[in-house]
């Protein structure tokens, strides 16, 4: 694909021709206008380079200026008229986001730039290669049908691929012949399992049944399976009939819960970055795509929004995962009988409180804090008495050996991650920002998502008052009142003051309840002082409690938004899919996840399957 990736796109400049993509599908770039350096989305205006493909030929993208109001139906209306295109057909935008070109077609009333705000920041930035986020305009029929276009550019790829492997040009894949369900090998043991999950994973296969689960090897890259091609394929076909996909499995799902009128579950389970949460995203959007037949309706643009809201709170870096999920989630689709979506609700379980005082080596704490500690303005700065990412003790819980191992790594980083920092990366031993993070734009994009799902600016105020409340208690520190008893007093007072007014308590209440405990003994109301060794548990222990507080009414907030009213008082008459996202799965804690794998296929998969449970398992530590 031939695509202009390095034009600096400008308000008023002419479309852009040349060759387009063989498919005639291309990508979008925005850019943002920003006059006063921060971006300012409510009147900035961005550049939108919507693509027409085979619709205008011999144009690449036409460039359309839009603010975060402009609807789709305005955008269309403007590339319409510079192309000159019929009037007399109907266009559609789609937006394509990562992994396989997903599909979305947006509704006239949605605003392109506000999704476009929600795509990370290497997403918005002119880069070669960058195919994965755009807008198309497409065509649709009469009878609402939306038409594709030809191939997408990568099956070509592929397709080239293969004629070269069939040349001798590219090594060729195993001899072997592998199946797409592991119970149908006639040897089913260890060996033949992981032999056959790789032969699979080395053709592009990462889909594998076993019966009714499926194995999903995480590709870590981009894989051309998840457009609208494939969730039209996929369409009401029996599990097993084609080739495995997750979309199958979604489907399947559907089609159950429609024609036994019985709610279905469908449970995600794997190690930490196995793909889960990624699994989870590409149910729901083929469930709310099969029901909503490509149109994105409202329930699906709040579950949008409230996934960068979730994630915000609930996932950190980790050792093993960059943007790692520290909670467990179970998303409920609700359908009604007619099998149209009605409404969603997300119920969170055991969020890991214990990483808001204490991250291990090379892990963070949850991104929300280095978000505000980054993207906070000036003003909100003073607002919230904000402090330097390394002046939070709750921000840096590296030990000090770990610390000094790691020096050199950073010696050698340090440069970068000035750039990015600017004045807050001042120390040496930071480890604040992850490759390739703009924390500026994740906070607009934060706050942007926040809005869509329905909090108000006091809210967020006062959402991000009690984020700075939490990590000043953390900077807490106690010492003993004198030397002859075990009373004890606040080393630096003068914090006490700002934390009641960002949390709106007394500050006496506030001194109380960090150094003393209430008992009541036979009638008798004793106020005993805690001790030393107790007192920054105590203190520890306030904040993870503010803090899973504060995520429970955010999720709480988000299900007001997410849920169709009248679906609390017929819960009865619903039907719906859950989608349970949780780490681990306690079949196999116990044993390797081969085994479990032999057990489950040597055990009648049938059975469940007419349960309506249909399970989905990921691996990725197959050693291949
Ligand atoms: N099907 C897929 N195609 C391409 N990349 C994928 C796919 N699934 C996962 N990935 C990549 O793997 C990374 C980790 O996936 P994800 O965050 O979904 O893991 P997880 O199992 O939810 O991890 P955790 O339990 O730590 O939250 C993703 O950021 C993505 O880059």
Redesign the pocket.
Known sequence: MECQWNVVNRPGESCVGGASGADGSCCTIMSCHDAGGRRRYEDSEFTLRVYPGALSEGTIYCPVTARKVTSAAEVIERVIERLQLDRARLYVLAEVKE??GEEWILNPCDCPVQRMMLWPRMALENRLGGEDYRFLLREKDLDGSIRYGNLQMWLRVTEERRRMVERGLLPQPPAGQYVADLCALPDLNERTLLENLRGRFRQEK?YTYVGGILI?V??????PI?NPKYVKMYDNHRLGKLEPH?YAVADAAYHAMLQRKRNQCIVIS?????????????LIHHLTALSQKGFASGVEQIILGAGPVLEAFG?AK?A???????FGKFIQVNYQESGTVRGAYVEKYLLEKSRLVYQEHNERNYHVFYYLLAGASEEERKAFHLLKPEEYHYLNQMSISAALNRLSAFQITKKVHRQHWGNYCETELDCFMVEGEDLKHDFERLQLAMEMVGFLPTTRKQIFSLLSAILLLGNIRYKKKTYRDDSIDICNPEVLPIVSELLEVKEEMLFEALTTRKTVTVGERLIVPYKLAEAGTVRDSMAKSLYGALFDWIVFRTNHALLYNKDLEDSDKILSIGVL?I?GFEDYENNSFEQFCINFANETLQHYFNQHVFKLE?VTDLRF
């Open positions: 992994f396989g990462i999903v995480n590709p870590f890259k981009f894989l998840y997750i794997g190690e930490s970055g196995s793909g889960k949460t990624q699994s989870t995203n590409f996932n980790t093993h995962n960059n943007n790692s999920s520290r996202d780490f990921q």
